[in-house]
């Protein structure tokens, strides 16, 4: 069964950056896309970006020009680079993977960001 594990979270200031990395494992074949979603306190999860193994990316309007992700298909690594964060970007970040046989999540990161 595909695992999924995230790190690179932490605390940043308003201005700064921080990069997130996820690493799947297990039985992924075919099309796919990876991606990271985010949850607010008080608020429904919400996909961030989103990446095909064809590298066709989909980017949440409210990170556009912010955020950049990447994979690294040979090793089925994702990344999220984020810049100029600010403190509505506060939340748990999740990385996703769905092929055409389901969907994966891992246990989700915390990203805090101070004024």
């Known amino acids: 069964q595909v695992q999924l594990v995230e790190s690179g979270g932490g605390l940043a200031q308003a201005g700064g950056s921080l990069k997130l990395s996820c690493v799947a494992s297990?039985?992924?074949?075919?099309?796919?896309?990876m991606g990271w979603y985010r949850q607010a306190p008080g608020k429904q999860r919400q996909l961030v970006a989103s990446?095909?193994?064809?590298?066709?990316?989909n980017y949440a309007d409210s990170v556009k020009g912010r955020f950049t992700i990447s994979r690294d298909n040979a090793k089925n690594l994702v990344y999220l680079q984020m810049n100029s964060l600010q403190p509505e970007d506060t939340a748990v970040y999740y990385c996703?993977?769905?092929?055409?046989?389901?969907?994966?999540w891992g246990q989700g990161t915390q990203v805090t960001v101070s004024s």
């Open positions: 996703a993977l769905t092929t055409r046989g389901g969907s994966s």
């Open positions: 990446i095909s193994n064809g590298g066709t990316a």
């Open positions: 297990g039985n992924i074949f075919g099309i796919n896309v």
